[in-house]
């Protein structure tokens, strides 16, 4: 799923709002999480999950094939963690749903 | 700094959409709803600018009760996994990195930037 198709996914149930409102929230609502990281300010929402910013400091590595030297800068990258119903829920229905879009998500790695 | 809550969305909507303060709830409400569904049906959920929340299948693995040290095995599982895209990446690295550098010399603190802006 897609964003413009999580749009008219709430659209369709929400039939008093006109669906530009929709859309319009709905880029209001990822701005909002968005903003919220930026700030380093961490998102939890009850069913859903947290998002928070996890920080790494710099340090020395080892390349382990050449074994040379190489400096890793700092890093701060957003991390997700499933709350209680979103975990559930996925995981009882593992037997109902193949995973779908598995092509999609590899190209992503 | 607390953290972001449904509340304080449905707020923001309310404020700058200017739709009324049930319909912003609901909204939100159901934009989470949405998301888990789909990933319920098994579909992964790609927000451009944001990131995407995909699924993993986990097979059964050992694994061991960190209490009292008695090896238990994890039961095979589907996890929900979070990439956040190259924009939200590339913004969060912005806004961190030079407060990074100070912290980490204190010892790096893990979560550091939660509290502390």
Known sequence: MVKSELIQQ??????????????????HIIDAMSNSLSRGQRIEIRGFGS??????????A??????????TPPKSTPHFKPGKELRDRTNLSRALHPIKDTKDQREQY | MTSLT???IAEHLH??????????????????????????????VKLSGFGNFTLRDKSE????????????????RRVVTFKAGQKLKARVE????????STSEDGGNHDAGENDV
């Open chain 2, 15 to 44: 404020s700058v959409v200017g739709i009324n303060k049930r319909e912003s709830k609901e909204i939100v409400e159901q934009f989470y709803e949405e998301i888990r569904g789909s990933l319920e049906r098994g579909e992964s």
């Open chain 2, 61 to 76: 693995r050992p694994g061991r009760n960190p209490k009292t040290g008695e090896s238990v095995a994890i039961s095979a």
């Open chain 2, 94 to 101: 912005e806004a961190h990195t030079a407060a990074d550098t």
């Open chain 1, 10 to 27: 709430i659209a369709e149930k929400q039939n008093h709002l006109q669906s530009k409102d929709v859309e319009t929230s709905v880029n």
């Open chain 2, 6 to 8: 449904k509340a304080d």
């Open chain 1, 51 to 60: 998002i928070s910013v996890r920080h790494r400091p710099a340090r020395q």
């Open chain 1, 62 to 71: 080892h390349n382990p094939r050449t074994g040379e030297l190489v400096h």
